[in-house]
Protein backbone atom coordinates (compact mmCIF):
# COMPACT_ATOMS: atom_id res chain seq x y z
CA UNK A 1 0.00 0.00 0.00
CA UNK A 2 1.51 3.61 -0.45
CA UNK A 3 2.29 5.16 2.70
CA UNK A 4 2.96 8.84 3.64
CA UNK A 5 5.65 10.70 5.25
CA UNK A 6 5.53 14.08 7.53
CA UNK A 7 7.69 16.61 7.47
CA UNK A 8 8.46 19.95 9.18
CA UNK A 9 8.20 19.17 13.09
CA UNK A 10 10.45 20.34 15.59
CA UNK A 11 10.46 22.37 18.61
CA UNK A 12 9.07 25.74 18.85
CA UNK A 13 7.98 28.46 21.41
CA UNK A 14 4.48 29.20 22.84
CA UNK A 15 2.80 31.55 19.88
CA UNK A 16 5.29 30.67 17.65
CA UNK A 17 4.03 29.13 14.21
CA UNK A 18 5.03 25.78 12.09
CA UNK A 19 3.84 24.21 9.04
CA UNK A 20 3.91 20.18 8.49
CA UNK A 21 4.00 18.87 4.96
CA UNK A 22 3.12 15.41 3.99
CA UNK A 23 3.45 13.73 0.74
CA UNK A 24 3.38 9.99 -0.40
CA UNK A 25 6.61 7.45 0.26
CA UNK A 26 5.35 6.00 -3.36
CA UNK A 27 5.67 8.06 -6.77
CA UNK A 28 1.77 7.77 -7.08
CA UNK A 29 -0.87 8.71 -5.21
CA UNK A 30 -4.91 8.63 -5.23
CA UNK A 31 -7.36 11.32 -5.37
CA UNK A 32 -8.16 10.91 -1.70
CA UNK A 33 -9.42 13.25 1.50
CA UNK A 34 -6.85 13.79 3.76
CA UNK A 35 -6.37 14.21 7.55
CA UNK A 36 -4.20 15.36 10.15
CA UNK A 37 -4.53 13.53 13.37
CA UNK A 38 -2.15 13.55 16.66
CA UNK A 39 -1.28 11.82 19.56
CA UNK A 40 0.38 13.46 22.90
CA UNK A 41 1.95 10.82 25.62
CA UNK A 42 -0.08 8.31 27.11
CA UNK A 43 -3.27 9.94 25.45
CA UNK A 44 -5.29 8.04 22.35
CA UNK A 45 -4.62 9.28 18.60
CA UNK A 46 -7.02 12.69 18.07
CA UNK A 47 -8.60 14.03 15.24
CA UNK A 48 -7.10 17.18 14.24
CA UNK A 49 -8.51 18.51 10.76
CA UNK A 50 -9.49 16.92 7.29
CA UNK A 51 -9.40 18.14 3.49
CA UNK A 52 -11.25 16.72 0.69
CA UNK A 53 -9.92 15.51 -2.73
CA UNK A 54 -10.54 18.90 -4.24
CA UNK A 55 -9.87 20.99 -1.08
CA UNK A 56 -13.19 22.28 -1.73
CA UNK A 57 -14.37 21.03 2.23
CA UNK A 58 -12.50 21.69 5.24
CA UNK A 59 -12.83 20.47 8.59
CA UNK A 60 -11.27 21.10 12.29
CA UNK A 61 -11.37 19.96 15.78
CA UNK A 62 -12.75 22.47 17.84
CA UNK A 63 -9.61 22.24 19.46
CA UNK A 64 -7.37 23.89 16.68
CA UNK A 65 -10.07 25.66 14.98
CA UNK A 66 -8.91 29.41 13.87
CA UNK A 67 -5.49 28.32 14.78
CA UNK A 68 -4.37 25.70 12.45
CA UNK A 69 -5.21 25.50 8.41
CA UNK A 70 -5.16 22.21 6.71
CA UNK A 71 -4.53 23.06 2.86
CA UNK A 72 -3.14 20.58 -0.28
CA UNK A 73 -1.36 21.02 -3.37
CA UNK A 74 -2.38 18.43 -5.47
CA UNK A 75 0.35 19.08 -8.33
CA UNK A 76 2.56 18.29 -5.78
CA UNK A 77 0.83 15.06 -4.16
CA UNK A 78 1.27 17.10 -0.73
CA UNK A 79 -0.97 18.12 2.27
CA UNK A 80 0.03 20.96 4.68
CA UNK A 81 -1.28 21.60 8.44
CA UNK A 82 -0.33 25.18 9.08
CA UNK A 83 -0.26 25.94 12.80
CA UNK A 84 -0.57 29.14 14.13
CA UNK A 85 -0.15 30.68 18.26
CA UNK A 86 0.92 26.99 18.78
CA UNK A 87 0.55 26.24 22.68
CA UNK A 88 2.43 23.81 25.28
CA UNK A 89 -0.96 21.51 24.92
CA UNK A 90 0.05 21.17 21.18
CA UNK A 91 2.40 18.98 21.80
CA UNK A 92 2.20 15.67 20.50
CA UNK A 93 3.53 13.51 17.69
CA UNK A 94 1.44 14.45 14.41
CA UNK A 95 0.17 12.10 11.86
CA UNK A 96 -1.11 12.75 8.40
CA UNK A 97 -3.80 10.32 7.06
CA UNK A 98 -5.07 8.85 3.69
CA UNK A 99 -9.22 7.74 3.06
CA UNK A 100 -10.47 6.46 0.36
CA UNK A 101 -14.16 6.83 1.88
CA UNK A 102 -16.32 8.99 -0.56
CA UNK A 103 -16.92 11.92 2.31
CA UNK A 104 -14.08 13.55 5.07
CA UNK A 105 -13.67 11.45 8.22
CA UNK A 106 -12.54 11.94 11.86
CA UNK A 107 -11.90 8.82 12.80
CA UNK A 108 -8.91 7.35 12.74
CA UNK A 109 -10.08 3.51 11.72
CA UNK A 110 -11.47 5.19 8.66
CA UNK A 111 -8.22 6.12 7.48
CA UNK A 112 -5.91 3.40 4.93
CA UNK A 113 -2.60 4.84 5.01
CA UNK A 114 -0.77 6.90 7.20
CA UNK A 115 2.75 8.36 7.88
CA UNK A 116 4.79 7.25 10.68
CA UNK A 117 4.35 10.51 12.81
CA UNK A 118 6.63 13.69 13.43
CA UNK A 119 7.31 14.89 16.68
CA UNK A 120 5.92 18.98 17.62
CA UNK A 121 7.36 20.29 20.92
CA UNK A 122 5.96 23.77 22.16
CA UNK A 123 8.06 25.08 24.96
CA UNK A 124 6.18 27.79 27.71
Known amino acids: QVQLAESGGGLVRAGDSLRLSCAPS????????MGWFRQAPGKERDFVAA????????IYADSVNARFTISRDNAKDTVYLHMNSLQPEDTAVYYC?????????????????WGQGIQVTVSS
Open 97 to 113: AATQLGCLRRRAAEYDY
Open 26 to 33: GRTFCNCA
Open 51 to 58: ISWDAGST
